[in-house]
């Protein structure tokens, strides 16, 4: 069964840097084709991916986000960490982390789509 | 960045009915479309991949079409636990990104 929690501060100031950790079960990052991305969601608005790392340390990022996101992974404790410096009040959303299709073979239908989620975590930016 | 955009905003329907919601993608994206359905306070559940494929476990009554740049979700004969807001994905190329949602009302 996959399983995957985020955790980090539910408040940050303004211009400090956020760490969150995703802590995940039931699969490993050290298997080749598994992957793990970081989302966010604001208060009653859409989604936005962030940020994804490969079971071969391959990291991809937003393009309006890069500057400000860092996302690496310890296989041997089963998470992930996402940074993002800088943070101000419009970064205040849910951040998800979920785990991608599987891709086995040649078989990567679901690769870049979102098969297990996290529940996520608000995190508020404020003063 | 590729920009999906998603109609209606808000649809009100009867359980029973038949809904299509339809997504627009700036540029083609061969057939990298997913699907999402949220309830409040929850995580998305995924549904559709490669714009035709459902995912484990969801209802037969949820299918995809479309592939290029126009794509849709049909829920054939809508129950309750449909209403929800949904999302389409597309993963042909980076940044990876959303609609904007498409909220399921009871009517």
């Known amino acids: 069964q996959v399983t995957l929690k985020e955790s980090g501060p539910a408040l940050v100031k303004p211009t400090q840097t956020l760490t969150l950790t995703c802590t995940f079960s039931?699969?490993?990052?050290?298997?080749?084709?598994?992957?793990v991305s970081w989302l966010r969601q604001p208060p009653g608005k859409a989604l936005e991916w962030l940020a994804r790392?490969?079971?071969?340390?391959?990291?991809f990022y937003s393009t309006s986000l890069k500057t400000r996101l860092t996302i690496s992974k310890d296989t041997s404790r089963n998470q992930v960490v996402l940074t993002m410096t800088n943070m101000d009040p419009v970064d205040t959303a849910t951040y998800y982390c979920?785990?991608?299709?599987?891709?086995?073979?040649?078989?990567?239908?679901?690769?870049?789509?979102?098969?297990?989620w996290g529940q996520g975590t608000l995190v508020t930016v404020s003063a | 960045d590729i920009q999906m955009t998603q109609s209606p905003s808000t649809l009100s329907a009867f359980v029973g009915d038949r809904v299509t919601i339809t997504c627009r993608a700036s540029?083609?994206?061969?057939?990298?479309l997913a699907w999402y359905q949220q309830k409040p306070g929850k995580a998305p559940k995924l549904l559709i991949y490669?714009?035709?494929y459902l995912e484990s476990g969801v209802p037969s009554r949820f299918s995809g079409s479309g592939s290029g740049t126009e794509f849709t979700l049909t829920i054939s004969s809508l129950q309750p636990d449909d209403f929800a807001t949904y999302y389409c994905?597309?993963?042909?190329?980076?940044?990876?990104?959303f609609g904007q949602g498409t909220k399921v009302e009871i009517k």
């Open positions: 790392i490969d079971w071969d340390d391959d990291k």
């Open positions: 039931g699969f490993s990052l050290s298997t080749s084709g598994m992957r």
């Open positions: 490669k714009a035709s």
């Open positions: 540029q083609s994206i061969s057939s990298w």
């Open positions: 994905q597309q993963y042909n190329s980076f940044s990876w990104t």
């Open positions: 979920a785990r991608l299709g599987y891709c086995k073979g040649g078989n990567c239908d679901c690769g870049g789509c979102f098969a297990y």
